[in-house]
Nanobody
Framework: QVPLVESGGASVQPGGSLRVSCLVS????????LGWFRQAPGQERERVAV???????SYAESVKGRFTISQDDAVNSLELQMTALKPEDTAMYYC???????????????????????WGQGTQVTVSL
């Protein structure tokens, strides 16, 4: 099991900004794809942003240009900076990890498979007036 501990969730007004963080074990920062997912009440869990095995990032269309995922190896933290927040961003936000896979024949990282295997407990983000 990979320990993942989220923090930073809060209530903000539409148009506001918020940064959520996830404390990740040092080894996991190197060995795992890391990502943020969210789930609103009555809805399916959706991928928000991930850092792929090769270090590239991917974002859901609904958050492109507003959210930024990053990792700080110095403090073993995965971050999600959220700006221009909308009421539809309201959800429980989860940090997740999945083992990286490497194609030694081709010399490249394979996409990390879903669903991710390791999950944090979540941090609530609420966007409302």
């Amino acid at each position: 099991q990979v320990p993942l501990v989220e923090s930073g969730g809060a209530s903000v007004q539409p148009g506001g900004s918020l940064r959520v963080s996830c404390l990740v074990s040092g080894d996991a920062m190197r060995r795992y794809c890391l990502g943020w997912f969210r789930q609103a009440p009555g809805q399916e869990r959706e991928r928000v942003a991930v850092i792929n095995g090769d270090g590239s990032t991917s974002y859901a269309e609904s958050v492109k240009g507003r959210f930024t995922i990053s990792q700080d190896d110095a403090v073993n933290s995965l971050e999600l900076q959220m700006t221009a927040l909308k009421p539809e961003d309201t959800a429980m936000y989860y940090c997740a990890a999945q083992s990286k896979r490497y194609d030694y024949t081709g010399g490249y990282f394979l996409p990390c498979s879903e669903p991710y295997s390791h999950w944090g407990q979540g941090t609530q983000v609420t966007v409302s007036l």
